[in-house]
């Protein structure tokens, strides 16, 4: 069984030796669709209670999702990226970190800067467009989600520059699309880590579309996880619709990062059940019929099928923990309507540590 | 006190401050074993480490991407680009990611980086190596914007900026690395970012002006002495924060004034400067302020450079064109 693995990839004979070759690799999976074990050796060490608690931050994100698309219908979001169908590698990949590991996200991973210790009403302001939103509480530690495609990957690269500096057993990680590996910063801040050897890791959720894009369009390369080649790192590819794929291969490469051993490049291959964004028609790129196959994989139902063989989660669980969501989502929704106004004159003091005077006189006319 | 160029000075202040606090880092293309194409950063790796002196691979959105990582991590990082027409691959991490980090955040993180490049024309280099691009920067809100004339300013205007915790966009003229050299006191001294020098005192006019520019000023002014014209010659050190008050201090003296500088004529530092003296000091204007500048074509080709720039005789016939408004 494959580990998806391109660390030594094996070269097929009839190609002539002077050729780099393209060879497709099998992406590591644990559980089958089915909730079947399919690689033991994969199997990562959790006890029973993570395996619950796995599944209740799972739950409790496509119930979050689920209720956000309805709260943007009624204006009170700004901008939300839908994430269902990414539960896993969302939950699975910040569950592999320690709280001390450091991530940089996309402008989709909401999720993992919550269970990484953002108040869930912060996510809200961010999304209706407020600065406290930003304001990453102390301890918490994570950047703010990232608009500009690509460079939150050179950030993630200065973050674990900063770590090895400091002699500090700790990891960043970064996340972006299928189409954020086609920006030139991707294989910058790749290559960076690879010379200089880091502690990063750089996570691909290929869900198959940039926008509207396909990933055959995207690019020509056999798989995202060939781009470590290019940058002289570790390349993985993973079911990302297995969360228990997703947490095996970020630990292991998290502690690869922490014993020296540098960065590693995840792509793992996964879906979006919902449009790209709220003001996106998915139905315009994509068929019934692709569609209905991803749902096959859903990552709760795959997992949820493992723990139920093992006698851990059942309908009643999911239903209780759909209700906690739904009652935190109202209670953090409302604190996020409640927080104070942003004022312009506040905006001019947030521009430098001390407001020069010309802003200074700036603020007298609001 | 001891005798230094830009280059030296400059080189001073990089290790002024990389004894003084653990948390500088130095890093671009060719800054570490060689100590940059200009020398600036010359021994520097040898006395600091290469953990904090270092050469990265040839990336300019790297280098500032990486800037800004390290600082949420509380370095203090000095990244050179390695000449200024390259900052446009580093654009966004420059002018985006560090000048709004703390903005985003609401004050959470900041980015205290010195982005450090040389600039400027008269010295005959290649295509986009000389441009004067400042006026990209100084609309951008976030960033401060350093232009030093001389030794001395450039040693303590840098290590304010190192110690500045904002992003500071720091140009060095490279037609000033060598051009002389002069008494730059040892030891640490800061300039403050934001507060203008008025390098020669006069009556008639002022003659607002920043980098090589000074140069090309005190040249005009010597000239127009010889004519019984007392020009006043201020030297603005920063535009972001522009000094204001002594700019106005100037005019409300002089009641003239024209400004100078190196980049393109339209838009820039010069059309802001003229924007606020008219809000701030039209009534004591008896005419129009006048730029000196270089003409709206793209940074010309070395043959043709020397006709391009500004030159103390077009600022002379500026001068006599306001007195004779």
């Known amino acids: 069984m494959s580990k998806g693995s391109l660390d030594a990839p094996a070269k097929p004979e009839q190609q002539a030796a002077h050729i780099v070759h393209s060879e497709d690799v099998t992406p590591l999976q644990v559980l089958s669709p089915e909730g079947e074990v399919v690689n033991a050796a994969a199997m990562p060490n959790l006890t029973d209670e993570q395996l619950k608690e796995i599944m209740y931050r799972m739950v409790f994100t496509r119930t979050w999702d689920d209720r956000a698309v309805n709260l943007g219908r009624q204006g009170r979001l700004g901008f939300y990226a839908p994430v269902s169908g990414q539960e896993g590698t969302m939950v699975g990949s910040e569950y592999a970190l320690t709280k001390e590991d450091f991530i940089c996200p996309g402008y989709r991973d909401m999720p993992q800067l919550v269970w990484h210790g953002l108040p869930l009403y912060q996510a809200f302001l961010y999304s209706r467009g407020h600065q406290h939103g930003g304001q990453i509480p102390e301890g918490v530690n994570v950047l703010m989600p990232q608009i500009i ?3 939150q990957i050179l950030h993630a690269t200065g973050v674990a520059m900063g770590f090895k500096l400091k002699n500090e057993k700790r990891v960043a ?14 294989y910058e801040g790749m290559n960076f880590a690879g010379s200089f050897k880091l502690p990063v890791i750089y996570f691909v959720q290929n869900n198959g579309y940039a926008i509207t894009t396909p990933f055959a369009k995207q690019t020509a390369a056999q798989s995202i996880a060939h781009k470590a080649l290019a940058a002289g790192i570790r390349g993985l590819k993973i079911d990302g619709m297995d969360v228990l794929a997703v947490i095996s291969a970020v630990q292991e490469a ?19 059940f919902r449009p790209h964004s709220m003001s996106d028609d998915a139905t315009k790129y994509r068929t019934k019929e692709e569609e ?9 139902v795959r997992f949820g099928k493992y723990l139920e063989s093992k006698g851990l989660w059942s309908e009643e669980d999911t239903a209780r923990v759909k209700e906690e969501a739904k009652a935190a989502v109202n209670e953090h929704i409302k604190k996020a309507e409640q927080t104070e106004k942003m004022t312009v004159a506040g905006l001019i003091d947030s521009m430098f540590e001390t407001t020069p005077a010309h802003l200074e006189e700036q603020k007298a006319d609001f | 006190m001891a005798q230094m160029n830009m280059i030296e000075a400059i080189k001073d202040a990089l290790r002024v401050e990389l004894k003084r606090d653990p948390g500088v880092l130095l890093f671009g293309e060719d800054v570490g074993k060689v100590g940059g194409v200009f020398r600036a950063t010359e021994g520097l790796q040898a006395e600091f480490g290469e953990q904090r002196v270092f050469d990265t691979p040839l990336a300019e959105s790297a280098i500032g991407g990486l800037a ?9 990082p000095i990244a050179e680009i390695q000449f200024v027409g390259f900052i446009f691959e580093a654009l966004d991490q420059m002018f985006v990611q560090a000048a709004r980090l703390r903005y985003r955040s609401g004050g959470r993180y900041n980015a205290p980086i010195v982005f450090r490049t040389p600039f400027g024309g008269g010295v005959k280099a290649a295509e986009l190596h000389t441009d004067s691009l400042e006026g990209l920067a100084i609309q951008t809100p976030g960033i401060k914007v350093v232009v030093p004339s001389n030794p001395a300013d450039a040693k303590g205007l840098m290590i304010s900026a190192i110690r500045d915790n904002d992003p500071v966009f720091f140009m060095e003229h490279l037609n000033l690395y060598r051009a002389f050299k002069d008494e730059v006191p040892e030891g640490e001294y800061t300039v403050p970012l934001g507060k203008a020098n008025v390098v020669r005192e006069g009556k008639d006019i002022t003659i607002i002006a ?3 520019m000074v140069h090309t000023a005190i040249k005009a002014a010597d000239e127009l002495a010889k004519n019984g014209v007392s020009a006043e010659v201020i030297d603005l050190r920063t535009l972001v924060p522009l000094d204001i008050d002594t700019i106005v201090a100037s005019i409300q003296k002089t009641n003239r004034a024209i400004v100078v500088q190196e980049a393109q004529k339209t838009s820039g530092a010069a059309a802001e400067i003229i924007a606020q003296i008219n809000e701030k000091a039209i009534l004591h ?4 302020v006048l730029r000196v500048a270089g003409p709206d074509t793209v940074y010309p080709f070395a043959l043709v450079e020397d006709a ?6 077009r600022i002379v016939k500026a001068v006599n064109q306001t007195l004779q408004f």
């Open chain 1, 149 to 151: 495609i690509g460079a």
């Open chain 1, 173 to 186: 990680i970064t996340y972006t699309g299928d189409g954020g590996s086609s920006e030139g910063d991707f």
């Open chain 1, 254 to 272: 998290a502690e690869i990062a922490r014993e020296g051993g540098g960065a590693t490049l995840i792509e793992a291959v996964t879906y979006r």
């Open chain 1, 292 to 300: 209905q196959e991803w749902a096959l994989r859903d990552p709760l």
């Open chain 2, 68 to 76: 800004v990582g390290l600082a949420t991590q509380g370095f203090r």
């Open chain 2, 210 to 212: 920043y980098g090589l």
């Open chain 2, 285 to 288: 204007l008896e005419a129009p």
């Open chain 2, 308 to 313: 391009w720039l500004p030159t103390p005789a």
